[in-house]
Nanobody, 115 residues
Framework: VQLVESGGGLVQPGGSLRLSCSAS????????MSWYRQAPGKERDLVAR?????????NYATSVKGRFTISRDNAKNTVYLQMNSLKPEDTAVYYC????????WGQGTQVTVSS
């Protein structure tokens, strides 16, 4: 099993980023997927989840609702996180995992929101 996150970077407040997580080693379409984030000195927190197959069920942390959108492309074994209206408090390392965070963690991708 391998999860590879990408798409992070430095962005100004109010900006946007799109994160990608490429998955391999398991049947991607049958697993719900999640995005988590970990800010310096803090625990890793759930950001968003998307159900398996067609991804018709999504849920979000209160802090990102209305700004972030999770989606998936089963043909590409990839889950995405579109992040809009970014705030400094969104600064963290972002990770993907399955719905229950049962897989080995990848290296994450750093998102820094700063002017």
């Amino acid at each position: 099993v391998q999860l590879v996150e990408s798409g992070g970077g430095l962005v100004q407040p109010g900006g946007s980023l799109r994160l990608s997580c490429s998955a391999s080693g398991f049947t991607f379409s049958t697993r719900g997927m999640s995005w988590y984030r970990q800010a310096p000195g803090k625990e890793r927190d759930l950001v968003a989840r998307i159900s398996s197959s067609g991804g018709t069920i999504t849920n979000y942390a209160t802090s990102v609702k209305g700004r972030f959108t999770i989606s998936r492309d089963n043909a590409k074994n990839t889950v995405y996180l579109q992040m809009n209206s970014l705030k400094p408090e969104d600064t963290a390392v972002y990770y993907c995992n399955d719905w229950n965070s049962a897989l080995s963690w990848g290296q994450g991708t750093q998102v820094t929101v700063s002017s």
